[in-house]
């Protein structure tokens, strides 16, 4: 793998540091996706039920530190790696991604509550 190569031997010591960093931060990203797909696995409750808010808060707390992480992730690419290598390590990567079948469940179910939820009223 690409992202490999630069950060195994012989690669250098500036590129290998940030990627290493970002390498991590996408697995711990990768990581509050899977409890934010469980807390959508699990009994949520009724829609509108105390339990039920209580649990799509967790959600929404998971999917937020997972965009913490990939920002974090881009931002140390973006100060340490040239852009050259930047642009190697995100086309190399996007073809690998393959969500799992909870996560595909939890990006279409995160897109109806964004569609469907309550409009607040103006002042």
């Known amino acids: 793998m690409y992202v490999g190569r630069i950060c195994g031997p012989g690669s250098s010591h500036g590129v290998a540091g940030p990627v290493r960093d970002c390498l991590e931060n996408i697995a711990d990203s990768l990581g509050h996706l899977c409890d934010a797909a469980q807390e959508l696995g699990g009994n ?3 829609a509108g039920s105390p339990g039920f808010k209580w649990h799509l808060s967790n959600v929404q707390t998971w999917c937020s530190a997972a965009l913490t992480d990939k920002n974090t992730c881009l931002d140390g690419l973006s100060r340490g790696v040239d852009a050259a290598t930047r642009g190697c390590i995100v086309v190399v990567h996007r073809p690998r991604l393959r969500p799992c079948q ?7 179910v995160a897109a109806i509550i964004f ?9």
Request: glycine residues 6%; hydrophobic residues 35%; proline residues 16%.
């Open 115 to 123: 569609v469907h939820r309550p409009r607040r009223a103006r002042p």
């Open 102 to 108: 909870p996560l595909r469940r939890l990006f279409a």
């Open 44 to 46: 949520m409750g009724r």
